[in-house]
């Protein structure tokens, strides 16, 4: 199982990316997917997940209304649309594979395969 996170970069506030995940090892609808955001010194934070078997999605109240999970099965593919970005959003985002969404990032870390993380960094 491998799960490989892109897109990432550096940013000027309000500006948009689009965050990849390919994902091999596994079908997409057995998996809920989650991208989880650990800003330079602080905690880990689920701030979305998309549900494999309907595609419903959560968000953190941090990125509502501005971000967007997705995903094409047949593609194995996962993705963060991320729109209005904020220098608050610059930090390191990981995509994670569990067999739910709901759990937080310490049970993600020892349930859920987890890529190696894309770079964000936005600007003022």
């Known amino acids: 199982v491998q799960l490989q996170a892109s897109g990432g970069g550096v940013v000027q506030s309000g500006d948009s990316l689009k965050l990849s995940c390919l994902v091999s090892g596994m079908t997409l609808n057995g998996y809920a997917f989650n991208w989880i955001f650990q800003a330079p010194g602080k905690e880990r934070e689920t701030i979305s997940c998309?549900?494999?078997?309907?595609?419903?999605?959560n968000y953190a109240d941090s990125v509502k209304g501005r971000f967007t999970i997705s995903k094409d099965n047949a593609e194995n593919m996962v993705y963060l649309q991320m729109d209005d970005l904020k220098p608050k959003d610059t930090g390191v985002y990981f995509c994670?594979?569990?067999?739910?969404?709901?759990?937080?990032?310490?049970?993600?870390?020892?349930?859920?395969?987890w890529g190696q993380g894309t770079q964000v960094t936005v600007s003022s």
């Open positions: 998309i549900r494999g078997t309907d595609g419903s999605a």
């Open positions: 994670v594979a569990t067999l739910r969404c709901g759990l937080s990032p310490k049970q993600a870390y020892v349930e859920g395969y």
